[in-house]
């Protein structure tokens, strides 16, 4: 079995047996990405993947952000829109302007997670967090039980009204969040390219070293591609031109000496889909 095969079922077994804390991938869901002008749009909260895939339980009052960004740069506030664990959609929303909006989510970092010292480095290890890791090697804590404070972000792009050049574009422009995915190209808009290169900052900087992993939601038991960010925090990948796809990055920082927890964790993410796809 290859690496990336043998790291997903470590991660679904793990996942099953301590719940959404092991559960790294969360990701904003829209059951279509392409709608009509003024329709309602809904959206769920995934976490997980393949068998340990589920609705993300998150309570509303963990979630500090939640916004729609559209076509023409303004920010709408939908924090309102927010009802998670309600019928079959954590959030309904109607966007106005066509064009493609960028909708994203922020939760606190009050979430805690302590794992097993020999889970935990392999854990590390597993989503390429080899500064941390290093940090836990060089403190001799390598046999110390590792604990983590977390927070998740997530971005999604939809479509509304046909697909058309637009002269602002907020799918290539940061948001604001801690650790984000910025494609360096509208990967929906046309005509479609056969590569995504993208950039991955950390509190606005450029992150090398990061590993970022692309997955069809699909058939998302394993991602098809897994690649590091460079000194610049960039990264190219090839996406075929349908489908729905998910792109995952995590960092970590080390905490101050008396802190609750030994790191600082933020998972993010990235969703987009092509309009001609089928909700996964």
């Known amino acids: 079995m290859n690496r990336i095969g043998l790291y997903l079922r470590r991660s679904v077994a793990l996942a099953l047996a301590t719940g959404d804390v092991a559960a790294h991938d969360f990701w904003l869901q829209p059951r279509d990405f392409r709608v009509e002008p003024g329709s309602e749009w809904t959206i769920t909260l995934q976490v997980g993947h393949g068998a340990a895939r589920q609705r993300s339980p998150i309570p509303l009052q963990r979630i500090e952000r939640f916004d729609a960004i559209a076509p023409d740069g303004r920010t709408v506030g939908a924090h309102g829109s927010l009802h998670p664990g309600r019928d079959d959609a954590d959030a309904s929303l109607r966007l ?56 998740r972000v997530a971005k999604t792009l939809v479509q509304v009204g046909p697909v058309a050049s637009q002269e602002h574009d907020p799918t290539t422009a940061p948001a604001g969040l801690d650790l984000e995915i910025v494609p360096e190209r509208n990967p929906v808009a046309e005509p479609r390219a056969p590569t995504l290169p993208v950039h991955v900052l950390y509190h606005g900087t450029a992150l090398a070293g990061a590993r970022i992993t692309l997955t069809l939601l699909e058939d998302d038991a394993e991602p098809v591609a897994m690649r590091t960010t460079d000194a610049a925090g960039r990264a190219v990948f090839e996406v075929p031109s349908h489908g729905s796809w998910l792109l995952n990055v995590v960092w970590t920082r080390v905490l101050p000496e008396g802190s609750d927890a030994e790191f600082d964790t933020t998972f993010s993410s990235l969703s987009f889909g092509y309009p001609d796809s089928e909700p996964p």
Do not use: C, K, Q
């Open 96 to 151: 106005d302007a066509p064009g493609t909006w960028m909708v994203v989510l922020e939760t606190d970092s009050r979430a805690h997670s302590r794992l097993p010292a020999l889970r935990f480095n392999d854990y590390l290890d597993s989503e390429g967090l080899t500064p941390a890791l290093e940090w836990r090697r060089r403190t001799r804590r390598m046999d110390v039980d590792g604990s983590e404070i977390y927070s």
